[in-house]
């Protein structure tokens, strides 16, 4: 009897154990942050983020990579999510403020489906051009560009990609005639700028920073209305007299739709607590992009202000995705 208590003992303290060990994994389930593709800029930001954010939120934060459909699949992973704040998505704007005009037959619905957390950062955004382009500047770029009469080539990474909204804006800004061609993607774009094949194209910093550093590449002007942070010596394209391009490129953080407010708070207060920090803004900085944290409400009303002035654009000139 006493040999049969002792198993029994031991049975209720194995099973007592489990379920310890079981509530604390509970407890620590990790977040995972996801992103549309691994390697790229976006992945950087997540993977620097998740390191400050983990302590905070006392629980692992875990880049995870949905590659396919230009973010779709990623994006509809997280809609598809339980609403507990451990499935979160971090994406560029493009996702939330072009894709929804461009794509008819998306498999979620942007607004309904997705609960806004925190914009994370803002892209230096800029317009390049070779280093034998014999301009210094958008004015001597556009003076240049009248001077001929075939128009120059820009290039774009692709249809519906906000480079080509940039370009768009630029044309109804300066008024020269350009011609689009659209790219497999940035690198072939870069490549052929340097080469002088293409005669410029936009580009968020941290795809074209090297290059510039390295002098195969000039900064002829940033997209937006203020200078950024991260590259204080280069003018706007708004202060050199041509204002109107001005589509900023961000990075932010949604959940599913119907996480509970006060789990959007917490992970909004543990994100504008990292983006404190010294260290990442100094990592985030030297890859050309400023820290830009916002709350929950104010990253809705950035997207949806977004969504209507890039659509317009869109809706416009009749871009149709490839």
Do not use: C
């Not at 060990?21 to 390697?39: D, H």
């Amino acid at each position: 009897m006493r040999r049969l208590f002792d198993a029994f003992a031991v049975a209720v303290l194995a099973v007592t154990m489990g379920l310890g060990t079981g509530s604390a994994n509970a407890q620590q389930k990790p977040t995972r942050l996801l992103i549309f593709a691994a390697g790229g800029p976006v992945d950087f930001v997540g993977r620097v983020l998740a390191s400050k954010l983990s302590p905070l939120l006392g629980s692992a934060v875990v880049v995870e990579a949905r590659p396919g459909a230009n973010g779709i699949i990623a994006a509809q992973a997280v809609a598809n999510a339980e609403p507990d704040g451990t499935t979160l998505l971090l994406t560029s704007s493009g996702l939330f403020t072009i894709t929804p005009t461009l794509t008819k037959d998306l498999p979620y619905n942007t607004d309904r489906d997705f609960a806004p957390v925190s914009r994370i950062v803002i892209n230096a955004s800029v317009m390049v051009s070779s280093a034998a382009m014999p301009a210094n500047n958008v004015r001597e770029f556009v003076e240049f560009a009248n001077s001929r009469k075939e128009p120059l080539v820009f290039g774009s990474p692709g249809i519906g990609n906000i480079v080509q909204l940039w370009i768009e804006q630029f044309k109804a800004a300066t008024r020269i005639n350009v011609t689009h061609v659209p790219y497999k993607g940035i690198a072939p774009v870069v490549i052929d700028v340097i080469g002088g094949r293409a005669a410029a194209t936009f580009a968020d910093m941290p795809a074209v920073l090297s290059n510039i550093k390295g002098g195969k590449l000039k900064a002829l002007g940033l997209i937006g209305t203020k200078r950024n942070s991260t590259a204080p010596d280069i003018p706007t394209i708004d202060e050199q007299g041509f204002p109107g391009v001005d589509a900023l490129s961000w990075y932010g953080i949604l959940a599913p739709a119907k996480t509970p407010p006060a789990v959007i708070v917490k992970i909004t207060e543990a994100i504008a607590r990292a983006l404190a920090d010294p260290d990442l803004k100094e990592r985030l900085a030297a890859s050309g992009v400023e820290s830009a944290w916002s709350t929950a409400e104010e990253l809705r009303q950035v997207i949806q202000n977004d969504r209507a002035r890039l659509g317009k654009i869109i809706v416009e000139q009749k871009i149709v995705a490839e």
